[in-house]
């Protein structure tokens, strides 16, 4: 179904009935009447509530340190609701939405003209109209479907080969590798302790520096290639700041000469006087000045730096930060101000990045805006390992589903503050297996609560093994263990939806009113989701033994003990420290690397190359589209009979359960 588009300004009056929903413009403001028991969902990754009715916020990208509440990293001016009514509003400014009766949405202070397009369909149809409008999805290659390991603290050789000689040793699958606190905390493009000779207009390559064998960083490149050798890909951390530098930092004759360039060539974000922007104080890296991507001279300036790090094998880059306009009136080359790019920005920055490192590697980004999909990975921010900072992140993600991105990740269990205790790590491990991209991650040591007494001073690592020492929780390890081993499972078929949703402009981890929007009941969930075909129940607070579970129409399958249950009914489960109860439908199938065990869970190790070996079928009859990187196929089955249609190149084992 094609949006209707308007087109208004402040001089706009009209009333119309869109998708049988009143709309009246007048003065620059918006009022969509809504029905008393209609969900308004969406406007990207909200944390506090899933349903918006009944509160007040804007579309402001915004850094706000854990507890985000009202405040998000990546808003949208997109929304849906339970009858079939959907709305983009295309603007990069700030817009206050008002749910408190009908929606009202206070759109123009200023005299400019902006699209409003109006999406009808179900959810499904919606979120693809929006997709569409906005930018197709990138996917990002297939090692970014398995494990993800991160901690501030790793800042040398050493940690990182001590690291991976302990996935080795227990047998962890992680397939990536994120280093943040790797550069020389200036330049952030310079490893740290790297000699090297200043230079001005400097495009660096890696015979420019020498590395000290006591230093932290002792061969970078060499390193890069055991982590490769190891089976993981590496990303590094960037941020968009010409930093400036404070009196603990010492001083850095390059980032000084670097400093100067920017000035001298116009490269970042100016004032009306010409002179550059810096962050606020109050804010993260107060007095840095901001790098101008709408200027191509800063593109080529600043992706010259760092041009060499792909060229010894980096992967990809957690591109973080993006959310530094403070000012209305800052002033970009593109002839945009701040009150257009407050936003925009952080979409901007993303995009020069995604140009830079081209196919085969990826981003995993904080902040975003309108098209984010279209450039990487998007992932939380900051959060506390608590269970309220956990049930929030969870509603997070159901907001950026209905909001049309499709690969989203959180930190397990949190990244903040005292280490998770082991039963809120076992649970968001557990979600974040049947998340688009599952990944750990910690506080830097020394951060905002890693300490949080005088007294205690502790490894802050949220590792599995880490976990289970500083808690004496001998078990935790084998228990999580079982958990990373059925994400590499069920590794091609994330991969084979991921790529199936790229093609069809759909997204991945799924409120339940995407594919159940006539279904009242499922529309009203907010703690179940959908991951491709797989419905999953988490549990998101403590002490829960035992919880409802909303199966819709049809016939489903427990995951783990092939058991039956009638749908468009409720059950009580039990849900054990060990068990996540997880469905699939009947009439679909997944397609698995199980090895010759032939069993879920089973230690498959972290090679992408080994390619599916199982199709474990459900129900009498149904079809199931597989597709990889070699095929591209159906599976159909009916009664005693199999079929395959299409581009199949390895043998499968076949389990029907019926």
Same mark, same amino acid.
């Given at each position: 179904?094609?949006?209707?588009?308007?087109?208004?300004?402040?001089?706009?009056?009209?009333?119309?009935?869109?998708?049988?929903?009143?709309?009246?413009?007048?003065?620059?403001?918006?009022?969509?009447?809504?029905?008393?028991?209609?969900?308004?969902?969406?406007?990207?990754?909200?944390?506090?509530?899933?349903?918006?009715?009944?509160?007040?916020?804007?579309?402001?990208?915004?850094?706000?340190?854990?507890?985000?509440?009202?405040?998000?990293?990546?808003?949208?001016?997109?929304?849906?609701?339970?009858?079939?009514?959907?709305?983009?509003?295309?603007?990069?400014?700030?817009?206050?939405?008002?749910?408190?009766?009908?929606?009202?949405?206070?759109?123009?202070?200023?005299?400019?003209?902006?699209?409003?397009?109006?999406?009808?369909?179900?959810?499904?149809?919606?979120?693809?109209?929006?997709?569409?409008?906005?930018?197709?999805?990138?996917?990002?290659?297939?090692?970014?479907?398995?494990?993800?390991?991160?901690?501030?603290?790793?800042?040398?050789?050493?940690?990182?080969?001590?690291?991976?000689?302990?996935?080795?040793?227990?047998?962890?699958?992680?397939?990536?590798?994120?280093?943040?606190?790797?550069?020389?905390?200036?330049?952030?493009?310079?490893?740290?302790?790297?000699?090297?000779?200043?230079?001005?207009?400097?495009?660096?390559?890696?015979?420019?520096?020498?590395?000290?064998?006591?230093?932290?960083?002792?061969?970078?490149?060499?390193?890069?290639?055991?982590?490769?050798?190891?089976?993981?890909?590496?990303?590094?951390?960037?941020?968009?700041?010409?930093?400036?530098?404070?009196?603990?930092?010492?001083?850095?004759?390059?980032?000084?000469?670097?400093?100067?360039?920017?000035?001298?060539?116009?490269?970042?974000?100016?004032?009306?006087?010409?002179?550059?922007?810096?962050?606020?104080?109050?804010?993260?890296?107060?007095?840095?000045?901001?790098?101008?991507?709408?200027?191509?001279?800063?593109?080529?300036?600043?992706?010259?730096?760092?041009?060499?790090?792909?060229?010894?094998?980096?992967?990809?880059?957690?591109?973080?930060?993006?959310?530094?306009?403070?000012?209305?009136?800052?002033?970009?080359?593109?002839?945009?101000?701040?009150?257009?790019?407050?936003?925009?920005?952080?979409?901007?920055?993303?995009?020069?990045?995604?140009?830079?490192?081209?196919?085969?590697?990826?981003?995993?980004?904080?902040?975003?805006?309108?098209?984010?999909?279209?450039?990487?990975?998007?992932?939380?921010?900051?959060?506390?390992?608590?269970?309220?900072?956990?049930?929030?992140?969870?509603?997070?993600?159901?907001?950026?589903?209905?909001?049309?991105?499709?690969?989203?990740?959180?930190?397990?269990?949190?990244?903040?503050?005292?280490?998770?205790?082991?039963?809120?790590?076992?649970?968001?491990?557990?979600?974040?297996?049947?998340?688009?991209?599952?990944?750990?991650?910690?506080?830097?040591?020394?951060?905002?609560?890693?300490?949080?007494?005088?007294?205690?001073?502790?490894?802050?690592?949220?590792?599995?093994?880490?976990?289970?020492?500083?808690?004496?929780?001998?078990?935790?390890?084998?228990?999580?263990?079982?958990?990373?081993?059925?994400?590499?499972?069920?590794?091609?078929?994330?991969?084979?939806?991921?790529?199936?949703?790229?093609?069809?402009?759909?997204?991945?981890?799924?409120?339940?009113?995407?594919?159940?929007?006539?279904?009242?009941?499922?529309?009203?969930?907010?703690?179940?989701?959908?991951?491709?075909?797989?419905? !999953?129940?988490?549990? @998101?607070?403590? #002490?829960?033994?035992?919880?409802? +579970? *909303?199966?819709?129409? &049809?016939?489903?399958?427990? /995951?783990?003990?092939?058991?039956?249950?009638?749908?468009?009914?409720?059950?009580?489960?039990?849900?054990?420290?060990?068990?996540?109860?997880?469905?699939?439908?009947?009439?679909?199938?997944?397609?698995?690397?199980?090895?010759?065990?032939?069993?879920?869970?089973?230690? !498959?190790?972290?090679? @992408?190359?080994? #390619?599916?070996?199982?199709?474990? +079928? *459900?129900?009498?009859? &149904?079809?199931?589209?597989? /597709?990889?990187?070699?095929?591209?196929?159906?599976?159909?089955?009916?009664?005693?009979?199999?079929?395959?249609?299409?581009?199949?190149?390895?043998?499968?084992?076949?389990?029907?359960?019926?």
């Amino acid at each position: 179904m094609n949006p209707i588009t308007w087109r208004i300004s402040r001089n706009t009056k009209r009333r119309e009935s869109v998708f049988d929903h009143e709309i009246l413009v007048e003065k620059g403001s918006i009022t969509i009447r809504l029905s008393d028991h209609e969900r308004v969902v969406g406007f990207g990754e909200r944390f506090d509530a899933v349903d918006q009715r009944n509160h007040v916020f804007d579309n402001h990208v915004v850094d706000h340190f854990c507890h985000q509440n009202d405040h998000t990293y990546f808003p949208l001016p997109f929304f849906l609701t339970t009858r079939h009514f959907a709305m983009f509003l295309e603007t990069k400014k700030i817009v206050r939405f008002d749910l408190t009766n009908d929606l009202v949405i206070d759109l123009l202070k200023d005299d400019d003209e902006v699209n409003i397009h109006f999406l009808g369909g179900n959810p499904r149809t919606q979120i693809a109209s929006f997709i569409q409008l906005t930018g197709r999805t990138l996917c990002p290659p297939k090692w970014a479907f398995g494990p993800w390991m991160s901690a501030h603290r790793w800042n040398s050789d050493r940690l990182v080969d001590e690291q991976l000689r302990i996935i080795n040793d227990l047998r962890f699958p992680f397939t990536s590798m994120v280093l943040e606190q790797w550069s020389d905390e200036a330049t952030f493009y310079i490893f740290n302790g790297a000699k090297y000779v200043t230079k001005e207009e400097w495009t660096p390559t890696y015979g420019d520096f020498e590395f000290d064998e006591n230093g932290p960083w002792k061969d970078p490149r060499a390193l890069i290639q055991r982590i490769h050798d190891q089976g993981l890909r590496l990303l590094l951390w960037q941020c968009p700041i010409i930093k400036e530098l404070e009196p603990k930092d010492g001083t850095n004759e390059q980032h000084a000469l670097d400093q100067k360039a920017v000035i001298r060539n116009g490269l970042v974000c100016l004032l009306p006087d010409a002179s550059p922007y810096k962050i606020h104080p109050g804010h993260w890296f107060p007095g840095s000045m901001i790098p101008d991507f709408s200027n191509p001279d800063m593109k080529e300036w600043w992706f010259s730096k760092r041009k060499y790090l792909l060229e010894i094998g980096v992967d990809g880059f957690k591109t973080d930060g993006g959310e530094f306009i403070y000012q209305d009136d800052v002033c970009f080359r593109s002839g945009l101000t701040g009150k257009d790019m407050v936003n925009q920005y952080s979409h901007d920055y993303i995009e020069a990045y995604a140009e830079f490192v081209g196919e085969g590697r990826t981003l995993f980004s904080r902040a975003g805006y309108v098209g984010q999909q279209s450039v990487g990975i998007q992932w939380a921010g900051d959060q506390k390992s608590t269970w309220s900072e956990y049930q929030s992140v969870y509603r997070a993600g159901l907001n950026a589903g209905l909001s049309g991105q499709t690969f989203w990740s959180f930190d397990i269990a949190g990244f903040a503050g005292d280490l998770p205790e082991p039963e809120l790590y076992r649970r968001a491990t557990h979600v974040g297996v049947f998340t688009p991209v599952m990944q750990l991650h910690s506080e830097p040591v020394g951060g905002q609560f890693s300490l949080l007494t005088k007294e205690r001073v502790f490894v802050n690592d949220r590792t599995p093994w880490n976990m289970a020492e500083q808690f004496g929780d001998v078990a935790l390890v084998e228990d999580c263990r079982k958990y990373y081993w059925l994400r590499m499972n069920l590794l091609p078929h994330i991969y084979s939806e991921s790529l199936k949703c790229v093609q069809n402009d759909h997204v991945l981890f799924k409120h339940m009113m995407i594919d159940y929007p006539d279904d009242p009941t499922a529309c009203r969930i907010d703690d179940q989701h959908l991951l491709a075909n797989l419905l !999953v129940a988490p549990v @998101l607070a403590k #002490g829960v033994q035992a919880r409802d +579970i *909303y199966l819709p129409e &049809g016939d489903w399958y427990d /995951v783990f003990d092939q058991h039956k249950f009638k749908g468009n009914a409720i059950y009580h489960v039990e849900t054990p420290m060990n068990r996540l109860p997880v469905f699939v439908k009947s009439g679909s199938a997944l397609c698995l690397n199980l090895g010759d065990s032939c069993e879920l869970m089973s230690d !498959v190790g972290n090679d @992408l190359d080994v #390619g599916p070996n199982h199709l474990w +079928i *459900y129900g009498d009859a &149904g079809k199931h589209r597989i /597709v990889n990187e070699d095929e591209d196929f159906e599976i159909i089955w009916n009664n005693d009979t199999i079929d395959y249609v299409g581009r199949l190149h390895r043998s499968y084992q076949v389990k029907w359960i019926r």
